[in-house]
């Protein structure tokens, strides 16, 4: 069935947004500027400040929840399910989990490449496989494990390309990427519990998966914010390369955004994209399917690294390539992007049916579940 213009808008603002989330927070590490009282010029290494941003566009999600309600209020005959009442405190763990891996994350990118950043990102599926086993009891058909094998294999090769490629970047110093890769799988690990949490305890209670980002967002801004003023003070030596070598400096880097105002465009860039980003992806699995998200998000791995490649951010390593592709292979395969395929080929038709007989979570998969999804778009 062919696409409708909307579906095509969705599709298309997905793909863009969710690249230019990972490409403006790349874009202001770039840039160096003054500080404040004189300091000379230095790179802009904030990812604390980075990371409240980008909480900041996940609790605009709020405001687009109230917007769409209001306007289905509005309508003759009101569709739209807004989920039943909550204890907003679910959220806190999971919203102190994301803020955790996001500024991580954030750290992580100042390290090593944005093409490298998105695609060790593929980590995640294999601690959320091994958790949603240990935790939920969940039984990992053998696709999945098979999955979880190849992710660890495409993992090994883009390590592997960015130790090679470490001897040769300018940029980056070997060891800053090996940090940097490290410190990206360490996330994972911290972003799949948060999705364990939010499967345990929050998606039962029937949450808006707007909401359910946005109230996620409103703890990480809040926490955040307040912990920039404990990071002002603490003292890390040469693991920054703000002036004062403290964890975080927020007054130098507003300092700098007002000596380099294109500093703010790619953090707004960073703030906007990312609230744009849950929107349409919560709306492609709705409209079209949860495999044509799935596909969408692999595809954006591809965009970032084509345009870092055009923009010169990086040199071309065919390794990467090689591990993009096993990765996709092992994404594709933990979460059953390979049974429409088979669907198509008429003897194998019958094999990809939903088996009654499956667990809970392995038939919201096949069925298109998006409340699962809704909270873990970075």
Known sequence: MAWTKYQLFLAGLMLTTGSINTLSAKWADMFTARGCHDDPEHTFSHPFVQAVGMFLGEFSCLAVFYILVCHDRRSPEPKMNTGGSFNPLLFFPPAMCDM?????????????????????????????????????????????????????????????ADLISGHKDDSHQLSDIITGDLLIIMAQVIVAVQMVLEEKFVYKHDVHPLRAVGTEGFFGFLILTLLLIPMYFIYVGNFTDNPRHVLEDAIDAFC????????????????????????????????????????????????????????????????????????LLGTSLYNDLHRPLLARIPCCAGMVTVDEESSPGERERLLGDDTMEASRDH
């Open 100 to 160: 955790t891996a996001t500024s991580i994350m954030y750290v992580a990118l100042n390290m090593t490449s944005a093409s490298s950043f998105q695609m060790l990102r593929g980590a995640v599926i294999i601690f959320t496989g091994l958790l949603s086993v240990a935790f939920l009891g969940r039984r990992l058909a053998c696709n999945q494990w098979l999955g979880i094998l190849i992710t660890i294999l495409g993992l090994v090769i883009v390590g592997l």
């Open 256 to 327: 700098q955004i007002g000596h380099q105002p294109l500093i703010l465009l790619a953090l707004l860039g960073n703030t906007v994209s990312i609230a744009f980003f849950n929107f349409a992806g919560i709306s492609v699995t709705k409209e079209i399917s949860a495999t044509t998200r799935m596909v969408l998000d692999s595809l954006r791995t591809l965009v970032i690294w084509v345009v870092s490649l055009a923009l010169g951010w990086e040199n071309f390593h065919g390794l990467q390539v090689l591990g993009f592709l096993v990765l």
